[in-house]
């Protein structure tokens, strides 16, 4: 099975909207595929798709300070050694949940042995539906850390749900940013879509994410969406592209009726095939089933 993942570096370049796309467009097509959502603080592939819920379980992938107040002796050394000032210092100590790390540093300096690491629960895996495709979709508890852990088991169980049904494709849309979330989601995978569109901000976080990709030896290419929102940056972008070794998968152009389908629930490709938007993604979907026809 081979694996791809979709990233952009940036938020709100259309990085979901055009993973949903390229997944309904490969399943058209007549490939079995398991969608992976690992933008675990905002997942919203299901919505984009217009899926059905199925099942959903909670993910323990976090730890948290426990304190056993019959052992503690309010030393209050464990409020001094807390580097995230997770613990609350007044008569008592209070653990913050929240910012609490797991690092497990107050247990080490605890003189009574008062205070346990737990694993507690921080999110959930939901299993949804669109048509043929299985969609594996990880979600953060509100206030929650470890995201890169939730990433991970996100993958590991649309790996299993993939294996399962016989699928020949891993898609995962990938988190925005270039920390833990999107290493863990790009870890195992065969080739990386980078999403980007031609704006100088856009244009360093696509910067930021590509060296991520290098750092892993991940093999990657370029969509420009909204590619004719401004031709100067565009050619900024060529030329660092040809310069980083980065190939153009697509030129999707600016179209209303993207948004205008997304506001209705539908994707572009479905109800507006003739679109310019989405005889783009179409080709560009013809490139990616070439690619993994070829091997790549
Ligand atoms: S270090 Fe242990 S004994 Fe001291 S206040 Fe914290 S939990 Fe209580
Ligand atoms: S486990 Fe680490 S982050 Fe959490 S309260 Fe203890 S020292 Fe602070």
Redesign the pocket.
């Known amino acids: 099975m081979k694996e791809i993942v979709v990233l952009s570096g940036k938020g709100g370049v259309g990085k979901s909207s055009l993973t949903a796309a390229l997944g309904h467009l490969l399943a058209e097509g007549g490939r079995r595929i398991t969608l992976a959502d690992t933008d675990v603080d905002a997942p919203n592939l299901h919505i984009v798709l217009g899926a059905e819920f199925d099942s959903s379980s909670g993910v323990t992938a976090s730890n948290k300070a426990v304190?056993d107040y019959d052992?503690?002796?309010?030393?209050?050394?464990?409020?001094e050694v807390c580097k995230f000032a997770s613990?609350i210092g007044g008569e008592?100590?209070v653990v913050i949940s929240y910012s609490c790390e797991g690092c497990g540093a107050?247990a080490i300096?605890?003189?009574?042995g008062?205070?346990t690491v737990q694993p507690v629960e921080n999110g959930r895996i939901n299993l949804v539906r669109h048509g043929s495709i299985r969609v594996v979709a990880g979600e953060l508890g509100i206030g929650e850390s470890s995201s890169g852990r939730l990433v991970d088991f996100v993958k590991k169980r649309a790996r299993q749900e993939a294996a399962l049904s016989g699928c020949s494709l891993l898609l995962t849309d990938g988190p925005p940013g270039i920390g833990c979330p999107v290493i863990a989601s790009l870890k195992g995978s065969d080739y990386a879509v980078l999403v980007t569109e031609p704006t100088p901000s856009a244009f360093s976080d696509l910067q930021r994410a590509a060296e991520v990709l290098r750092g892993f030896k991940v093999p990657a290419g370029v969509v420009i969406n909204r590619a004719d929102m401004h031709q100067k940056s565009k050619e900024t972008l060529l030329a660092w592209m040809a310069e980083a070794g980065l190939p153009l998968l697509a030129e999707i152009p600016y179209d209303p009726q993207l948004p205008q389908a997304l506001a209705q629930g539908c994707l572009g490709v479905v109800i507006y095939p003739d679109a310019p938007s989405s005889l783009a993604i179409r080709q560009l979907s013809e490139t990616v089933a070439a690619m993994l026809d070829d091997g790549h």
């Open positions: 304190i052992r503690c002796s309010r030393c209050l050394k464990c409020a613990i008592e100590p107050c300096v605890c003189p009574t008062a205070i």
